[in-house]
Structures are given as C-alpha cells and as structure tokens.
C-alpha cells in the first residue's frame, strides 16, 4: 500500500490514514501483524500532525470499542439465529467470543481511528496532502 492521498473520507478511515492530510498512515504495521498491531505511528510520517492530540486522547477508543464489540455481538447473534435456525446458547456464546477475539486487531485500529475522524477538532487539509505520491 502506498501513501497516496485519499479524498474520500470513508476510505480514509478504512485505509487508516491521517484525518489531516489523509495521505500518512496511522498504524505502522498491518492489522494481523500480532505483535505489532497496537503500534501507532507518534506523527503522521506526510503532515507532521501528532496523532495523540491531548494526553490520553485514545483512552476514549476504549467506549468505542466497547460499542464495536457490542455490535459485533448483536449483528452475530442475529445472524446465527437466521443461519443455524436458533442454535443452542453455548453456540451463540462461543461464536461470538471467537469473532470479538478474532476482529479485535481491527476494533482496536478503527476504535482509534473513529476516534480521531469524529471527536476531534482537526479536518482534512488538502493542500497537505501528498497528491503526488
Ligand atoms: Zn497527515
């Protein structure tokens, strides 16, 4: 992947780049790279932008993430009872426990990544971005 400017705000928030100039990534590892997932980059490596924009910024993350796994629960639930025709609880219990543990590299990155994109001030600068990339 490269670093190419991303106009579009929802891709850049799936693609993990700077809420600023949308071209530097946030996270300087991949998703499923397990030792490495929590690893995020201090500065945008594009803008300069720190990413912490106050002491314990992503402590917030964690309500985000919270409400993710909730709605990773709800959207399984619902989806088993339709695909196994109600299956025993047991099987809802461990389905669901499996997912949250199994997409938790992604709520933990997305959780921080909503974070930034919806309850901070900073907003997309074009004229910072790396078009030419
Ligand atoms: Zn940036």
Redesign the pocket.
Known sequence: MSNKFTENKAQAIMKA????????KMFSHKAYDLKNFTLMNKT??????EFEIEPGFFWGAMYVSYFVSVGIAILSAVALYFMFNDPDAWFYVATIIALIIILSPLSYRYSRVWMLYMFSPIKFDKK??NQLQ
């Open positions: 780049k700077c809420p600023r100039c949308r071209s530097g945008c490596p594009v803008c300069g932008l910072l971005s």
